[in-house]
C-alpha cells in the first residue's frame, strides 16, 4: 500500500513540475501584440503622428542620377558616367543586388560629366535635383532631371526571422517597414524595447522604441534615416531555450523522475 501511494505521489509530483515548467515556458499575447494602447475601434485618428522629412545626402551616398536632354546622345554622357558599384540587400523585396551612381565624396560633392563638381551633402534629393538642373540648364535645353539614392541601406539584426541589410528603393522608409522586410520578430524578440541606431553627422544616435505602443508614431526615430540599425534583443526564455527544447527536455526530465520514484518504491 505504501509503495502504491509513493508511486502515485512521485506521478503527481512529476505531472505537477511538468504543468509548472510548461506553464512558465508560455509566452503572454500581452508581451507579443503591437500597439496594445490602441482601442478596439474599426477606425481611429492618432493627431501626434510625426510628419515625414526627407532625409539629406551625407558623404559616402551614392546618389543614382538620370539627366534626359532634347538631345540623347548629350544626357547619356553623363548618364554613363554613373559607376560606382554598391551592394544591396539580398531578399525578395530588395532591388537588384547592384546599383551603379554618382558616389557623394568627402567634401559633400559629386562630380558631372560637363557639368562639373556640384556641392550636394547637406541637401534633400528634391533641393539637389533643382540644382543638378539648373547647372545643365547653363549645357542643355530643357533638362530633366531625376535622382534618388542608390544605397538607401538599413539593417536588422537580432531576434527576427530574415536579419540583414536591405536597399531600398526610396527613401520614405518606416520602422515597420524595415521589420517587414525581415520578416518581423520572431516570437523570442522583445517588442518592448528595440533598438535603433543611427549615424548623425558622423556621430551616433540611439533610440528604444516600444513596439507595443503607439507611441512610436510620433518618435522622430519612426521614419528611418540611412544606415540606421535595428536591433531587436532577446527575451529571457531565447536566452534559456528555445519553447520546443524546453517542453522536450521537461518531458524527459518528467519521465526520468517518474522512473526513478517507481525504482526507489520497489527498493523500499
Same mark, same amino acid.
Given at each position: ?6 508511486v ?6 512529476? *505531472? ?10 508560455? *509566452?503572454?499575447?500581452?508581451?507579443i501584440?503591437y ?25 559616402? $551616398? ?28 539580398n ?28 556641392? !550636394? ?16 540648364? $547653363? ?15 538599413? &539593417?536588422?539584426?537580432?531576434? !527576427?526571422?530574415?536579419? &540583414? ?28 524595447? *528595440? ?33 540606421? !540599425? ?29 522512473v526513478i ?8
Amino acid at each position: 500500500m505504501n509503495k502504491k501511494n509513493n508511486v502515485n505521489k512521485g506521478a503527481k509530483v512529476a *505531472v505537477l513540475f511538468f504543468a509548472i515548467t510548461l506553464a512558465c515556458s508560455c *509566452v503572454s499575447n500581452k508581451k507579443i501584440a503591437y500597439f496594445q494602447d490602441i482601442q478596439s475601434v474599426k477606425q481611429a485618428r492618432l493627431d501626434s503622428a510625426i510628419a515625414f522629412t526627407e532625409p539629406v545626402i551625407q558623404p559616402d $551616398d551614392i546618389l543614382s542620377i538620370n539627366i534626359f536632354t532634347l538631345n540623347p546622345q548629350s544626357g547619356a554622357i553623363i548618364n554613363q558616367a554613373a559607376s560606382t558599384p554598391t551592394l544591396g540587400g539580398n531578399t525578395n523585396n530588395s532591388v537588384s543586388t547592384q546599383n551603379t551612381g554618382f558616389l557623394v565624396d568627402k567634401n559633400g560633392e559629386i562630380e558631372l560629366s560637363l557639368i562639373g563638381k556640384l556641392k !550636394v551633402a547637406g541637401l534633400t534629393t528634391y533641393q539637389a535635383r533643382e540644382l543638378i538642373r539648373e547647372k545643365a540648364t $547653363d549645357v542643355f535645353k530643357q533638362p530633366n532631371v531625376q535622382l534618388r539614392f542608390a544605397n538607401f541601406k538599413v &539593417s536588422v539584426l537580432g531576434e !527576427v526571422n530574415a536579419p &540583414s541589410a536591405y536597399t531600398l528603393p526610396n527613401e520614405k522608409v518606416t520602422i515597420l517597414d524595415a521589420l517587414s522586410l525581415a520578416g518581423d520578430l520572431t516570437i523570442y524578440g522583445r517588442r518592448e524595447n *528595440v533598438l535603433i541606431v543611427r549615424d548623425n553627422n558622423g556621430k551616433k544616435e540611439f533610440a528604444r522604441l516600444d513596439l507595443n505602443s503607439s507611441n512610436i508614431f510620433s518618435s522622430p526615430f519612426y521614419y528611418l534615416k540611412q544606415n540606421d !540599425v535595428i536591433y531587436v534583443e532577446p527575451n529571457k526564455r531565447k536566452v534559456s531555450a528555445s519553447n520546443s527544447a524546453q517542453i522536450q527536455t521537461i518531458g524527459v526530465i518528467a519521465s526520468v523522475i517518474s522512473v526513478i520514484v517507481l525504482a526507489i518504491s520497489n527498493f523500499k
